[in-house]
């Protein structure tokens, strides 16, 4: 039984790496257009909602355990410049603290960690050059009143990962001063 569960292990960490590479996620490459995008999507998921700059996809991929919501995310010329992997339980108040440690240690055995920050309350590992982020933690919802979670991996094309890094406050990844 021990054999199997070390089998287990190795099999996941070997679809984690192979499945994460930095100019896109699986087959969803950085520069395809939306309509590539979309075609790729409705063949792997159970649902897709295309809309004008985004496509929200589920039930696609399984992840650590998880099937996280799929956001392909497009310039204005609709080529596809992001792609976020949202864990998050909306209905839930807190974090999934064993799903984060697996997606982190998934995400350091296959990138080269440039950053790890908190800002407001989540985490950020920052992998790449900001081409790969994750995001782990609760923020409050002013608007609502109460704490969300947040658990994401986001995959950017280069220009995109430095742009996010900015609007999170997380200035740039520089391995020097980590």
């Known amino acids: ?70 956001n392909a995310i497009f310039d204005g010329e609709e080529k596809l410049v992001a792609i976020e992997l949202d864990f998050a339980n909306p209905f839930s108040q807190s974090v999934d603290e064993g799903l984060g440690r697996r997606i982190a240690d998934g995400l350091n055995k296959a990138y080269q960690l440039d950053d790890h920050t908190s800002v407001d309350g989540i985490q950020f590992l ?30 950017a094309a280069p220009e995109t990962g430095e742009s996010l890094m900015e609007r999170w406050g997380l200035g740039s990844a520089d391995p020097s001063e980590f």
């Open 1 to 70: 039984m021990r054999a199997l569960g070390n089998i287990g292990v190795a099999t996941l960490f070997m679809c984690i790496s192979a499945a994460w590479a930095v100019d896109g996620y699986q087959d969803l490459q950085f520069g395809m257009n939306q309509q590539q995008a979309g075609q790729y999507l409705e063949a792997e998921c159970s649902s897709v909602d295309i809309q004008s700059n985004t496509i929200q996809a589920s039930k696609c991929f399984r992840v650590a355990g998880q099937e996280p919501e799929v």
């Open 126 to 155: 920052v992998f790449e050059g900001g081409q790969v982020i994750f995001r782990f933690g609760l923020t409050i919802n002013h608007f609502l009143g109460f704490a969300q979670p947040v658990t994401s991996i986001v995959y």
